[in-house]
């Protein structure tokens, strides 16, 4: 929450991450309690996902979740993502910089020797 400070320059994005993550907190909130009380009462330390989903199913009717904004409106799927461009440039200019700092040296009688200049 320091960064929700005046004159902070990351403020705008922990408020929105913060609005994102309220109803995950509520679903965590929420169920925790459950499933402990749940366990307390039959004396079971960890309940198999098939309990956890029965107190998930019994309890979702008192869930209270907020409804975000902005859900009409969403970013295309894209298979070509954005940052390709910058990725395949850097790893090139990574393979372009090892092959320019290394040498291999081959002898037939003996296991090829690879150094590296400075």
């Keep these: 929450l320091k960064y929700l ?5 990351h403020k705008e994005s922990c408020k929105e991450l913060l609005s ?23 004396k079971i330390s960890t309940p198999t996902p098939e309990e956890v989903m029965d107190i998930v199913r ?11 904004d902005g859900l009409d409106h969403f970013e295309r799927y894209s298979e070509v993502p954005r940052e390709q461009q910058f990725f395949t440039n850097l790893v090139r200019k990574i393979c372009k910089d090892k092959r320019e700092t290394t040498t291999v040296q081959i002898d037939t009688n003996s296991v090829p020797q690879v150094h590296h200049r400075q």
Excluded at 20 to 42: G, M, Q, Y
Excluded at 58 to 68: P, V
């Design 20 to 42: 994102n993550l309220h109803n995950v907190r509520a679903i965590v909130n929420h169920f925790s309690p459950k499933i402990e009380a749940w366990s307390t009462a039959n």
């Design 58 to 68: 019994s309890n979702y009717d008192t869930l209270t979740l907020k409804l975000q």
């Design 5 to 9: 400070e005046k004159g902070n320059t």
